[in-house]
Each structure stands twice: as structure tokens, then as C-alpha cells.
């Protein structure tokens, strides 16, 4: 088996190193993003010999890593061995049966559109070991997501695969966006239709004097009184106010028919008599009849009521 050629190290581009230490308890998801950035760059330089890979990955990784990496069992002599090596080494103790009921327990939100869903789902499902996940998936969208009509077309197609059942969401979800777009400008139209008065069976006619709209000037009504509610600005045939003043015009109208009906047939008015009441009085004054009299005699008057009879009483 021929040998892979050599790399120089100075054509190698530089590549930051992984740091251990730094965040612990970030370091199984630093450690995957600082892979999946090695795999990409040896794919960029071209080199896919696993022996030489491996070196690199040692070479770039720093000598943090390689001190542990030197303790890990099984590290054998390529660089899939390598990565797997530490991948255990790293990769924190999961509940498996916990990691299942957070994914079962995901559901879409309302503003949440089916991709960012879907993606939530797969970061969920990596740590559930799951046989399929896909299929997983697909069962927990057709549980989870918040439209009836995805549930209705997943369960009359059963036998779907994943990548169908996300092709026909996204369909539905772009269709409700348009409709929905659609809806609002038949709705804006129609209000607007209301409000200039619009007919169509005799075109279009003007809010404010009931002729037809555009004027070529300025409106008819404009400055006009209506004649139904005294307001300005609008003619009384398109008025809807209630008449104004009509009480008022009533109670006027009555009260001059009754001036005007002569006084025999005005209506009687009765009233209840009053029952007489016992009373006193003390009056001193001059007595004016028969003989003159000194100004220091005083008289008592009495007078008192009884049914149907009046006595007076005087005391000198």
C-alpha cells in the first residue's frame, strides 16, 4: 500500500486550538463544534488519509488535549478512533428515559413555524437513541404541531416519509399566509365601500349629499344645514340622525291648540275642599261702631268650628 504524501507543516492554515478547561460545562458541545470545523477543513485541504488526519487533529488540538488524550483507551491509530475516543471521554452521562419525555413533551408554539420545529426536534432526539428517528420525528410533529389540517392530511396518508409530511406543511402554511393576505384586502375593501356609501347596482355615491361620487368640484353639502338634525355638512336624504327638536315642536304645537279652544271647553278643574280648622285670634283695635270708646279697652274674639256651626265668642 503506497503512502500518503507528506503535508508540510507551513502549508497548513491556522487553526485555533481546543480548549479544555475554559467552560466545563459547555465542553461537549464546544468539543462538536471544534470537530465538525477540523472535518471541514481537511476537506478543504484535501487530506484523507487517516493516519495523517490523525496527526493533524493532534497537532491542531494542542497539548491540553493531548495530555488527556494520551489516557483514553482504545484511541487506536487513525482518526475516527481518535474522535470517538474522546468523544466518550467528553460526552456527558444522559437519563436516556428523561431525554425521551422532554422530546415527547415538545410541542410547536403558536408563532413557531414548522422548520423551527422540526429543528427543535432533531436537537431533542440526539440524546433519546432512537432505532429511527425520523420516524420518531414524524410521529412527534404529528402530535405536537398546532395546525388541524397538517394532523388531518398526516393521518389520511400514513405511509408519508418524513421529508413529505415537512414538503406538504409548508405548503399549507404558505397557503394560509396568502389567503390570509387575500382575506384582508377583500375586508379593507369592503369597509371602504360602506363608508363612501357605494352601490354597486347604481355606482358609486357620495357620503355626505347622496350624489354621485367624485364630484367634479366640491361637495354640494358643504357648509349646507340638514334640515332633519340641524347639523352641518350633509343633506337630510342621507341623514342618520334622529329628527331634532320634534318634542319640543310637539309641546309648542299643543300649547297653542289649547289657546286657541275657546274657554267653555277647557277642561274643569276641581278642587278638594279643606275641612275647617279650629282657630283663635286676639285683636286689638278702636271700636269704629256706635260710640266713640278709650284707646285702653281691648276685646278677645273667639271663634271656634263645628260641624256646619260657627260660634263666636267676644270678651270686653
Known amino acids: 500500500m503506497a503512502q500518503a504524501a507528506a503535508v508540510p ?30 472535518e471541514n477543513l481537511m476537506t478543504a485541504i484535501n487530506v484523507g488519509n487517516q493516519a495523517q488526519k490523525r496527526a493533524i487533529l493532534l497537532y491542531f488540538a494542542g497539548e491540553e488535549f493531548g495530555e488527556i488524550f494520551d489516557t483514553l483507551p482504545n484511541t487506536g491509530d487513525t482518526c475516527i478512533s481518535a ?42 432526539s440526539e440524546n433519546c437513541k432512537f432505532a429511527d428517528k425520523d420516524r420518531e420525528v414524524k410521529s412527534q410533529i404529528i402530535q405536537g404541531c398546532v395546525s ?32 390570509g393576505n387575500i382575506t384582508k384586502e377583500k375586508d379593507l375593501e369592503t369597509v371602504h365601500q360602506i363608508r363612501v356609501g357605494n352601490d354597486p347596482s347604481s355606482g358609486r355615491k357620495c357620503w355626505f349629499c347622496g350624489r354621485r361620487y367624485p364630484h367634479t ?16 355638512h350633509h343633506f337630510a336624504a342621507v341623514c342618520h340622525s334622529k329628527p331634532a327638536d320634534r318634542r319640543s315642536d310637539h309641546s309648542t304645537s299643543m300649547s297653542n291648540r289649547d289657546h286657541s279652544q275657546p274657554q267653555s271647553r277647557k277642561k274643569k278643574q276641581y278642587w278638594k275642599k279643606s275641612k275647617p ?9 278702636n271700636a ?18 263645628r260641624k256646619g256651626q260657627v260660634t263666636v265668642t267676644a270678651k270686653i
Request: proline content about 5%.
Open 9 to 38: 507543516l507551513a502549508s497548513l492554515p491556522a487553526y485555533p486550538k481546543f480548549v479544555i478547561h475554559a467552560e466545563p460545562n459547555s465542553l461537549f458541545q464546544r468539543w462538536g463544534k471544534w470537530k465538525r470545523g477540523f
Open 83 to 124: 474522535i470517538a475516543a474522546f468523544d466518550v471521554c467528553v460526552s456527558p452521562q444522559k437519563n436516556v428515559e428523561f431525554e425521551i419525555f422532554k422530546f415527547r413533551q415538545a410541542k410547536q408554539e403558536p408563532d413557531e413555524n414548522i422548520d423551527t420545529y422540526h429543528t427543535s426536534l432533531r436537537k431533542l
Open 148 to 179: 388541524s389540517k397538517i394532523i388531518l392530511k398526516a393521518l389520511q396518508n400514513p405511509s408519508q416519509t418524513l421529508d413529505q409530511l415537512l414538503t406538504m406543511a409548508r405548503s399549507f402554511e404558505v397557503s394560509e399566509i396568502q389567503a
Open 217 to 232: 368640484g366640491s361637495c354640494p353639502a358643504k357648509g349646507k344645514s340638514c334640515s332633519n338634525c340641524n347639523k352641518l
Open 277 to 285: 280648622k279650629q282657630h283663635v285670634q286676639q285683636v286689638q283695635q
Open 288 to 305: 269704629e261702631c256706635g260710640s266713640q270708646s278709650n284707646s285702653d279697652e281691648e276685646y278677645v274674639f273667639g271663634v271656634s268650628a
